[in-house]
C-alpha cells in the first residue's frame, strides 16, 4: 500500500489541543481554512464542490505522540474512568493516527477552502477531502448509546465575561472583534476540562486565535478572568 501524504495543511483558531471541541460542528464559530499543498492547489481538484454544503476533512494527529500499542482507550465521554477499545471510541490515540472532522464549506477560494464547526489544531495534515452525502450518511436508525446524545453545554448566561475584557477583546484590532469574543464565548459553554479534574479550586487555560485566556468555575458558572493576546512566533 503506498505511503499517505497530505493534500492540504488546516489552520485554525486553537494553538494546542487543549480547548478544542471534541467532535466537529460542536462549535460553528470555530473555523479554519483547509490551505492546499501547490501540487493540489489547481481549481480543478475542487469542480463541482460548489453543489455541496458540507465535506469530510481525513486528518492526521500530528500532536499525539506515538501510538504506544495499546488496545483500549478511556473516552472522556465515559468520564475518563471506563476503558473502551480502541475501535469503539473516536479517540486521539490510535494506531495510525488518523481523525475525521465533518465541517460546513462556507467558501471556495483559491488554493483553499474556509469551513466552519472544526474540531482540529492549527497545522494538521489533511490527507483527503470528500463531499458529505446526507441520503446515505445521515442513518436515521442509527444507535450510538453511551455516546449517543450531543454534549451538554453551558447556558449563556452560565458564561461571565467581565466587561473590561469583552471591550479588551472586541477593540484589540485585526486580532479581536465580535467574532473572536463570540467563539470564545461558545468555546466556555463546553466542558474542555477533563472529567477527572473535577476540582473547583482549579483554573484552566489555552491559547485561541492567538488569546491566552484563563478562567475558573463557579458552581455551575464559568469565570473568564484574564485575556491577553500573544501573537504566535
Same mark, same amino acid.
Given at each position: 500500500?503506498?505511503?499517505? /501524504?497530505? *493534500?492540504?495543511?488546516?489552520?485554525? !483558531? ?5 480547548? %478544542? ?5 460542536? &462549535? ?5 481554512? *483547509? ?13 463541482? $464542490?460548489?453543489?455541496? @454544503?458540507?465535506?469530510?476533512?481525513? /486528518? ?17 465521554? $465515559?468520564? =475518563? ?7 469503539? @471510541? ?10 475525521? @472532522?465533518? &465541517?460546513?464549506?462556507? #467558501? ?12 482540529? %489544531?492549527?497545522?494538521? !495534515? ?11 450518511? #445521515?442513518? #436515521? ?6 455516546? =449517543? ?31 473572536? +469574543? ?7 459553554? +463546553? ?8 476540582? !473547583?479550586?482549579?483554573?484552566? =487555560?489555552? /491559547? *485561541? ?11 455551575? /458558572?464559568?469565570? +473568564?478572568?484574564? #485575556?491577553?493576546?500573544? !501573537?504566535?512566533?
Amino acid at each position: 500500500m503506498p505511503e499517505i /501524504t497530505p *493534500v492540504a495543511i488546516l489552520r485554525t !483558531p486553537f494553538a494546542e489541543k487543549f480547548g %478544542v471541541p471534541r467532535q466537529s460542528g460542536l &462549535v460553528e464559530e470555530a473555523e479554519g481554512v *483547509v490551505e492546499f499543498l501547490p501540487e493540489f492547489a489547481a481549481p480543478e481538484f475542487t469542480r463541482g $464542490l460548489d453543489a455541496f @454544503s458540507h465535506v469530510w476533512l481525513t /486528518t492526521g494527529f500530528h500532536k499525539n505522540p506515538p501510538w504506544d500499542g495499546s488496545a483500549t482507550v478511556r473516552p472522556p465521554r $465515559l468520564g =475518563g474512568n471506563e476503558r473502551v477499545g480502541v475501535f469503539a @471510541s473516536r479517540a486521539p490515540t490510535r494506531p495510525n493516527g488518523l481523525g475525521l @472532522s465533518l &465541517v460546513r464549506l462556507l #467558501a471556495i477560494e483559491p488554493g483553499r477552502l474556509r469551513v466552519a464547526g472544526i474540531d482540529c %489544531v492549527d497545522g494538521t !495534515p489533511v490527507y483527503d477531502i470528500k463531499p458529505y452525502l446526507p441520503w446515505c450518511e #445521515a442513518v #436515521a436508525d442509527a444507535r450510538a448509546e453511551w455516546a =449517543g446524545g450531543a454534549p451538554e453545554q453551558r447556558k449563556p448566561e452560565q458564561v461571565h465575561i467581565p466587561e473590561e475584557l469583552e471591550q479588551k477583546i472586541l477593540k484589540y484590532g485585526a486580532t479581536g472583534g465580535p467574532e473572536v +469574543l463570540a467563539l470564545i464565548r461558545s468555546l466556555l459553554r +463546553l466542558n474542555l476540562q477533563p472529567a477527572y479534574l473535577d476540582d !473547583p479550586d482549579r483554573t484552566f =487555560g489555552m /491559547t *485561541v486565535s492567538g488569546w491566552n485566556i484563563r478562567w475558573c468555575h463557579a458552581g455551575d /458558572t464559568v469565570e +473568564l478572568f484574564a #485575556a491577553d493576546y500573544r !501573537p504566535r512566533s
